[in-house]
């Protein structure tokens, strides 16, 4: 009985390992792949030909890369199209889209398929070879594959490369607005990336039911599906959109995201390259299109849409396991009738006794209560303990995984100590507490988080072992190891996925879902008496681990850190400062900082400039003005028509510049236009800090504005004008970064920026 205990406990790690393990294919290098058939290697070619260099709207490299996909496409024998225009999206952030069209003509007149990416990089520094230089690049290795096959799809196939989706979704809602083929198109695949590495998520965007969608999906076969109901519910309570959003919200139109999230710290970074682009990842995305791409281009598109909705979640070789939404609350039911049955079998059985019953909660609930507070001041502490963790602004360190892994193992070892506490308490009277806290786990996401309804197909495993230990004194270990691993396969991977996704602010819930995961090996658990010494190895293993993530805390060359710098000159009062949004400065910028004022001087800046997570001015500091040439303002147009003003201008710039923001003063605005498009009215009205437009400006182009307002109020225009210049401007004498260092995503960088305000009395 020890060795088959053992062994189980040994399988277990196994089926640990396996959950992670399976999610996804294996690279092998210089594979020999068939012409019909996806290969990374050939994909991995178009990937660093894309990520050459920075491409952002604007750069040099933006056209570099176009040409290069449009190359690409007219090799292939197809006719390629652009489709180029203004527009500001949802977000306020005006830019010229050009997108980039070619479509595989269908037999059937039926609705098109849509083969989704973008191939503009983050705006300054990043190189895009996983966001989304992995997104085209499947596309275009996938097309390439289909049509090595010679066959004529049913149904066209449309190949859409957007550009200027890092500036608000920009060249999508381009397509989705004024391109005719928007109207005929039946369902989009969108491929991206949020990361350098890991599973490759499925997300499903649909306005109504997603049962029809899953039941396609899994006829389609993908090998590797990793997807889950509750992912995609958390998705949309987050704000963070694809451009298959913008086909949802704007035409209705269903479809499919594919992206990883793993290696977050190399997200809209300098570090975004091809050298660091996970092979098995791109391997990943290539597993779904080709399978999915000969599904769906020979599939009813017309017949998707549903008023259904299914839970879905993934497991090793039954793949995709769904089920309705119509089962949640008679599986909630059965799980409370057997629950209940089961205690009053107990009971008459003299298994459980209520006053053990009561007092199996008190492991639990310390358990739960000491490992979520662990984890839920874990970061804050981190970012105390190493103050230059606040400048990595995606929340996810270099090291993250170790840390993840790390308070993994000390709750876990929390777990082993507590229950070791209350080893002369029998398994079954341990186990009713935890039950409960499953069935109340289970009845709250019912109610407020359906997707994550499959929660409860582990707790019929924990069930059905509860009743083996209600029945026997020596039940078969091998058996109770077999009826935790669902809970194995589907809870472990969330141990991760988590503060991966959302950063290690969210390492509370690797360390609860460690704690409720221990839940289900209880039964194994109790026969073993050696639960200290457990508990003794994990906590070593806890102290190892985070002895390595230490060692590994500092920045060098291969974990440089984000660091900025700005030169800020307000035209109006003649006056420059520096400023940098460090919390800890290193040597490259602090000599520019060395004389600062009081960290976050300039309050207004904070609440005006653009930055992704609302981050501020952290030290600013006097700096010697500069002959920059100021933005010219010519106002066309100023005129009252009854009880309105009406004001048009034209801003040009007399400088080579990447970014003009304008802010108004408190004033609601009734109408206004930018380049001629038409800002709406829900954006007007909830507009942030009185910011009107962000121009990310092609060709040092123009901004015309059109403004109409209550004729009795005063309109005071803010300019803040930016050309990512300082470095290479000879005017400054900056230098360039040093390798241990790079510059900070999310923010205004590396730049010259020009304050001007304009009054209108």
């Known amino acids: ?120 990089s983050s705006p300054h520094s990043s190189f895009g070879a996983s966001d989304a230089g992995s997104g085209v690049a499947t596309i275009l290795e996938g097309i390439r594959a289909f049509m090595a096959e010679n066959k004529t799809p049913k149904n066209d196939i449309i190949i859409l ?39 490759s998520y499925m997300l499903i965007e649909t306005n109504r039911g997603n049962s029809t969608l899953i039941k396609e999906f899994s006829k389609a076969k993908p090998d590797y599906p990793v997807a889950n109901s509750l992912a995609y519910s958390i998705y949309k309570m987050l704000p963070n959109d694809t451009d298959l959003t913008v086909f949802r919200e704007d035409a209705d139109i269903e479809g499919f995201n594919f992206a990883f999230i793993d290696d977050h710290f190399d997200y809209h970074t300098a570090l975004d390259t091809y050298e660091r682009l996970d092979r098995n990842t791109l391997a990943h995305q290539g597993s779904y299109l080709i399978p999915l791409l000969n599904h769906f281009s020979e599939s009813d598109l017309t017949a998707l849409k549903s008023l259904n909705d299914d839970v879905y979640f993934n497991l090793p070789y039954f793949k995709l396991v769904s089920y309705p939404y119509d089962w949640i609350w008679p599986m909630f039911a059965l799980a409370i009738i057997l629950f209940l049955t089961l205690i009053v079998v107990g009971i008459k059985k003299r298994s459980l006794k209520i006053n053990l019953m009561l007092k199996g909660f008190v492991p639990m609930l310390l358990s739960v209560a000491f490992n979520g507070a662990f984890g839920y001041f874990s970061w804050t502490a981190l970012k105390w303990w190493y103050p230059g963790f606040k400048d990595m602004l995606h929340g996810f360190t270099y090291n993250g995984h170790s840390y993840i892994l790390a308070f993994s193992l000390f709750a876990l070892g929390v777990c082993f100590f507590v229950y070791n506490r209350f080893r002369k308490t029998s398994t079954p009277n341990l186990l009713v507490a935890p039950i409960t806290l499953w069935i109340v786990i289970c009845g709250l996401v019912a109610v407020y988080i359906q997707g994550a309804s499959f929660f409860i197909v582990p707790l019929f495993g924990l069930l059905a072992a509860f009743m083996v230990t209600i029945n026997q004194e020596k039940p078969n270990p091998f058996l109770l190891l077999f009826l935790a691993l669902p809970a194995l396969f589907i809870f472990a991977p969330f141990i991760k996925m988590f503060p991966v996704g959302l950063g290690l602010g969210m390492m509370v819930a690797a360390t609860i879902f460690v704690t409720l995961l221990y839940f289900f090996l209880l039964p194994l658990l109790g026969l073993t008496k050696h639960k200290l010494r457990f508990a003794v190895v994990s906590f070593l293993l806890f102290a190892m681990v985070s002895i390595g993530a230490h060692i590994n805390s500092g920045f060098n060359e291969e974990r440089p850190k984000p660091s900025s710098l700005l030169y800020v000159y307000d035209a109006d ?17 602090s000599q520019y900082l060395e004389n600062n004022e009081e960290p976050l001087a300039e309050k207004t800046l904070n609440k005006t400039i653009s930055s992704k997570y609302s981050t501020g001015f952290t030290y600013t500091s006097v700096a010697p003005t500069k002959a920059l040439a100021l933005p010219e303002t010519i106002i066309t147009t100023d005129t009252i028509q009854g009880d309105k003003r009406i004001i048009s201008l034209c801003i040009t710039p007399k400088r080579p510049i990447n970014r003009l923001e304008v802010f108004t003063n408190d004033i609601e605005l009734e109408k206004a236009s930018v380049n001629g498009i038409e800002l709406s009215e829900f954006y007007l009205e909830n507009r942030r800090y009185g910011k009107l437009i962000t121009h990310y400006v092609s060709n040092n182009d123009y901004t015309e504005l059109e403004l109409e307002f209550q004729k009795d ?21 900056v230098p360039q970064r040093p390798k241990s260092s790079i510059p900070m995503p999310f923010v205004l960088n590396d730049a010259t920026l020009i304050i001007k305000k304009i009054a209108f009395e």
């Not at 608000?168 to 990361?195: I, S, Y």
């Not at 009062?573 to 910028?589: P, S």
């Open 573 to 589: 009062t003649n006056k420059a400062k520096w400023a940098t949004y460090d919390n800890v400065l290193i040597d490259w910028n």
């Open 713 to 733: 109020q005063d309109l005071e225009l803010t300019l803040y004008e930016a050309s990512n210049d300082l470095l290479d401007n000879s005017q400054f004498s």
């Open 161 to 199: 490369i957007t550009d200027s989706e890092e500036l608000g979704l920009n060249g999508a809602d381009l397509f989705v607005k004024e391109h005719p083929w928007t109207k005929n198109v039946g369902l989009v695949l969108n491929f991206e990336a949020r990361g350098s590495g890991g599973p």
């Open 1 to 120: 009985m020890n060795l088959s205990r053992t062994v189980c406990l040994f399988l277990a790690i196994i089926a640990v390992y396996w959950s992670f393990k399976s999610l996804m294919p294996t690279y092998s290098a210089g594979e020999e792949i068939e012409r019909t058939s996806f290969s990374v290697d050939r994909a991995l070619s178009h990937v660093k030909n894309l990520s050459l260099e920075p491409h952002g709207v604007g750069f040099p490299g933006h056209e570099r890369a176009a040409a290069y996909i449009i190359g690409e496409l007219s090799k292939m024998g197809l006719k390629t199209t652009t489709q180029e225009g203004y527009t500001a999206g949802d977000w306020g952030n005006l830019s010229k889209a050009t997108n980039i069209i070619a479509k595989i003509k269908g037999t059937e007149a039926g609705k098109a398929l849509v083969l989704l990416s973008h191939y503009d």
